[in-house]
Nanobody, 131 residues
Framework: VQLQASGGGLVQTGGSLRLSCAASGSNLDYYAIGWFRQAPGKEREGVSYISSSGGSTYYVRSVKGRFTISRDNAKNTVYLQMNGLKPEDTAVYYC?????????????????????????WGQGTQVTVSS
């Protein structure tokens, strides 16, 4: 699967952006997707994750209540709606995929939370929040 993140931009504090993670080459149905971000001089960190079924989600504490992750498998796309943006949200945002199938079993409720569990990475999209 190839993933492409888009939707970044420059916004003022309190503004909103919606990031999209579009997949090609494979159906997203069996991939858990994570959104990660990396600010200059900092390590890449997980922001939000969604299981392949869409039934399980997770948010890092710093974005909980402001960001919403969702998926539209018919469009082969995962979204990250970001509201109430703050300058500390400034980073390059990446989406990544975890293939949730082992043998003939699909772990559609599984929610990987470790960066190392994600094998497929898209190019990032820059989000800049001005104060």
């Amino acid at each position: 699967v190839q993933l492409q993140a888009s939707g970044g931009g420059l916004v003022q504090t309190g503004g909103s952006l919606r990031l999209s993670c579009a997949a090609s080459g494979s159906n997203l149905d069996y991939y858990a997707i994570g959104w990660f971000r990396q600010a200059p001089g900092k390590e890449r960190e997980g922001v939000s994750y969604i299981s392949s079924s869409g039934g399980s989600t997770y948010y890092v504490r710093s974005v909980k209540g402001r960001f919403t992750i969702s998926r539209d498998n018919a469009k082969n796309t995962v979204y990250l709606q970001m509201n109430g943006l703050k300058p500390e949200d400034t980073a390059v945002y990446y989406c990544a995929g975890h293939y949730a199938v082992r043998g003939s079993y699909a772990y559609r409720a599984y929610l990987p939370r470790e960066l190392s569990e994600y094998d497929y990475w898209g190019q990032g999209t820059q989000v800049t929040v001005s104060s």
